[in-house]
Nanobody
Framework: QVQLVESGGGLVQAGGSLRLSCAAS????????MGWYRQAPGKQRELVAS???????NYADSVKGRFTISRDNAKNTVYLQMSSLKPEDTAVYYC????????????WGQGTQVTVSS
């Protein structure tokens, strides 16, 4: 059974930092495409950062230079290091895993709340 468990969310002041973790079980993060998404109240879920199985990364324009996605294969965990946080970064952050082979399968974590105060 595949399970993704996020942690590390919380309340932080603007300009601060947080590191989100996504621990996977039942599947290897190193073989799959990983992503962090976020959803703010009243808005659609959006891709924040992605890391594919070839270690290519991609970031939303709004977080480039501030967020970094990484992976620790030994811990089977993906991270999202967030720095210089802004109030507009406030959202529920979700970890996503997609298998690279067709038919692709997607798995989601339960989400972790990040709140940035001004």
């Amino acid at each position: 059974q595949v399970q993704l468990v996020e942690s590390g969310g919380g309340l932080v002041q603007a300009g601060g930092s947080l590191r989100l973790s996504c621990a996977a079980s039942g599947i290897f993060v190193s073989f799959n495409d990983m992503g962090w998404y976020r959803q703010a109240p009243g808005k659609q879920r959006e891709l924040v950062a992605s890391l594919d199985n070839a270690a290519n990364t991609n970031y939303a324009d709004s977080v480039k230079g501030r967020f970094t996605i990484s992976r620790d294969n030994a811990k089977n965990t993906v991270y999202l290091q967030m720095s210089s946080l802004k109030p507009e970064d406030t959202a529920v952050y979700y970890c996503n895993l997609e298998t690279p082979i067709i038919p692709r399968r997607a798995y989601w974590g339960q989400g972790t709340q990040v709140t940035v105060s001004s």
